[in-house]
């Protein structure tokens, strides 16, 4: 018989570190809160659950500020090494790093679930009636979403990785396919197999990587490839390059974005900005951990890799946006997929950089600023769409006139396509480009920083044509009625949409007269 006695049966019992993990755990929790009260809540009362929503999320990001000291914090370690100054064998350390993108992920979050309260309730169903999104499981996988996003950035092991990308993933899919109004369903199934189709190729790549490099644990996978035999550095590039794949999915770097334009026109609006920024968080962060912790003995090979991803997407959003046409309908949710495509380009440049850096790790700080930048203006841009397109399939040339009508509105999205465009008043959009052009630079791709400004140049006419549309005439013979902002615009926006819009235009505005507030995390390292 086989003894299963062990030498210390105390070192199988690890103490969890609740302060590190209170993040994602509190948003786990309120979505099953959430899920448990739609069951006993009565219909009158259901709009409580949005708010039950918005206030875990709230309370999430509070949970933030005790971690917020120099030293990270780290639970689920491995035996010997829990106390070891780099975390190498611990699977969820809350370092700087982390702390950025679970902010940038449960804020978007919290924006989301503030655009979305009037979604949720105005939404017609399938029989037309006026009842509209289901509340409970609408805000359940709101809630179940935002946690994976919050786990994946703290994820230190390749598995915990997996399992946090899946959870954020598998509820998008449902929150897609809850309008169900035929686009929705399509958007959805769109959205599932090409997600599905990538996570089978990343889960392919995890398996060659742990068997070349015998662990999970992103720095011992750097520690084993780098040692690795020579008979097994084929399979151990062949798996980072197939690991990255669905990360790259997530960030919708092309070739892998063709989801983007149909998904975000079939999703419910609010779920559309939710996936632009939050999803894209969440993919960003796996990649840059994947790529400078576990794939560091590869750093020239993917830094060259990804620094041609980078070119090729700024430039295929930035196209795509280019052919949008203004006069059709969802065009205006279409040009802000495109635009988000062509972002992820831009947001990708200093992951190259990364792979040029003696360290690697600096200028990752450049990504976190610019992802945060991009989060809030893009949420605000898909946020006044929401406010003044209360009809479904609101295009571009809708909002002409908008600033007759509605002039703060107007003021508003105006302001949010001037930061993504990089262009005065909207400084932080600018200051963003520079630091991103920057890394470039540093890190010797000139080639790259070339790119990226003619992108920012092109991207320059689809912004300002937007811009234009809403100072312009309103053409004669026009139903103000039906325009956008005009009878409908005119009335009282709900509490959630206010509270958004008044979010994210205040933090922006705030952003551009101190930039310093978001720029100073590309200061030093984030690990």
């Known amino acids: 018989m086989t003894s299963l006695a062990v030498a210390n049966p105390g070192s199988l019992i690890q103490s969890v570190d609740w302060v590190a993990i209170a993040p994602p755990l509190i948003a786990a929790v309120a979505a099953v809160a959430v899920l448990v009260t739609d069951l006993f809540l009565p ?11 918005a206030a875990g999320l709230a309370l999430a990001l509070i949970a933030l500020l005790p971690l917020t000291g120099k030293s990270p914090r780290a639970t689920f370690c491995v035996q010997n090494v829990a106390g070891g ?48 999104l289901p509340r409970g499981e609408y805000w359940f996988l709101l809630l179940s979403s935002a946690t994976g996003a919050a786990l994946l950035p703290a994820s230190r092991d390749l598995a915990t990785m997996v399992v946090a990308l899946e959870v954020a993933s598998l509820p998008a899919f449902a929150l897609v396919a809850l309008r169900r109004d035929g686009r929705g369903a399509e958007a959805a199934l769109k959205f599932f197999v090409s997600s599905v189709t990538a996570t089978a190729v990343m889960l392919l790549g995890i398996g060659f990587v742990y068997a070349a490099s015998g662990s999970l644990h992103l720095g011992a996978v750097a520690q084993g490839l780098e040692h690795a035999p020579a008979q097994l550095k084929p399979l151990a590039e062949a798996g980072a390059v197939l690991t990255l794949v669905g990360f790259a999915f997530k960030v919708a770097a092309v070739p892998f974005h063709f989801w983007v334009p149909d998904t975000y026109t079939g999703a419910p609006l609010p779920v559309a900005g939710y996936l632009s920024v939050v999803g894209k968080a969440a993919g960003l962060s796996g990649l840059a951990l994947a ?29 795509g946006a280019l052919r949008q046409r203004f006069d059709t309908r969802y065009s205006a949710v279409r040009l802000l997929a495109w635009s988000s495509v062509g972002q992820a380009g831009y947001l990708l440049v ?6 040029y850096a003696p360290t690697g790790t600096d200028p990752l700080g450049a990504t976190a600023a610019y992802a945060l930048i991009y989060g809030v203006v893009n949420l605000g841009a898909f946020g006044v769409v929401a406010a003044v397109g209360r009809r479904p399939g609101v295009g571009v040339d809708d909002f002409r006139g908008l600033f007759a009508r509605n002039r703060w509105t107007a003021l508003a999205l105006a302001f949010f396509l001037l930061c993504l465009a990089g262009l005065p008043p909207g400084l932080i959009g600018l200051f963003g480009k520079v630091v991103v052009f920057r890394a470039a630079v540093d890190a010797g791709l000139g080639w790259l920083a070339v790119v990226m400004a003619v992108n920012v140049v092109v991207a ?14 309103v053409a004669e013979g026009a139903d103000s009625g039906e325009a956008v902002g005009g009878a409908d615009g005119q009335r009282r926006l709900p509490v959630g949409l206010t509270a958004a819009l008044g979010l ?4 922006a505005v705030v952003l551009s007269v101190a930039p310093q507030l978001v720029l100073q995390v590309t200061g030093g390292s984030l690990f």
């Open 43 to 53: 219909e009158r009362h259901k709009k409580w659950l949005g708010r039950l929503t």
């Open 85 to 132: 100054s780099d975390n190498g064998g611990c699977s969820y350390v809350a370092d700087h790093f982390a702390l950025v993108f679970q902010l940038l992920a449960l804020g978007g979050a919290l924006i989301a679930a503030l655009l979305s309260m009037h979604t949720v309730d105005e939404t017609p169903s399938t029989s037309g009636s006026a009842a509209g």
């Open 291 to 319: 790529t400078t912790v576990a794939f560091r003995p590869y750093a020239h090979t993917w830094g060259l890799a990804l620094a041609v991803l980078a070119a090729v997407t700024m430039t295929v959003g930035n196209v």
């Open 350 to 355: 200093p992951l190259a950089a990364a792979g």
């Open 460 to 473: 320059l006419y689809y912004y300002l044509l937007w811009t234009a549309r809403l100072f312009a005439p």
């Open 504 to 507: 994210t235009a205040s933090a």
